[in-house]
């Protein structure tokens, strides 16, 4: 499989970041076999952003998010666009009790095992999003309920 578009735009924002020359750069891509990161294939790209992730954060210039692969911006058929796991995560910030992102998408993703049969939200089928939404959108419901019970 080819390099999506937006591996080539996370890999040229890493190289940024990081400050990377160009020598080492294409060093970086000669150990792939590929002398732009076009060349690439879409599992050379991402072990690619892997390696640059890591550097960029362990530089302290990047920050990763939880929750979130870079790959899960790919347009994936028949899995939930970047858009709707998007959306799922702020629903899930509303309704969860946890207080730090990373537990948050701990919780997510244990929610989404135990209720969708989904690992991680990722893999969340698009066939289930609408009713991942409208879970979320009851349990916030519900939650505002008590609020305003408890007033």
């Known amino acids: 499989m080819n390099i999506h578009p937006a591996q080539v735009r996370i890999i040229?924002?890493?190289k940024y970041?990081?400050?990377l020359d160009d020598e080492t750069y294409r060093s970086m891509l000669a150990a792939y076999g590929?002398?732009?990161s076009k060349n690439l294939s879409f599992t050379q790209a991402k072990d690619l952003i892997?390696?640059?992730e890591a550097s960029a954060i362990s530089s302290g210039v990047w920050k990763k998010k939880p929750g979130i692969d870079h790959s899960s911006m790919i347009a994936r058929p028949g899995y939930a666009t970047w858009a709707q796991i998007k959306k799922i995560h702020a629903m899930w910030?509303?309704?969860s009790r946890q207080q730090d992102p990373e537990s948050r998408t701990k919780a997510l993703n244990t929610f989404l095992e135990k209720h969708f049969g989904i690992t991680f939200i990722e893999w969340l089928p698009i066939d289930k999003v609408a009713k991942v939404?409208?879970?979320l959108a009851a349990m916030r419901a519900q939650k505002e309920m008590k609020k305003g019970e408890a007033a």
Do not use: C, P, Q
Request: a neutral charge; glycine letters at 6%; zero cysteines.
């Open 12 to 14: 040229h924002a890493l």
């Open 17 to 19: 970041a990081i400050g």
């Open 34 to 36: 590929a002398a732009s």
């Open 50 to 52: 892997d390696k640059l």
């Open 93 to 95: 910030n509303e309704v």
């Open 133 to 135: 939404i409208r879970t």
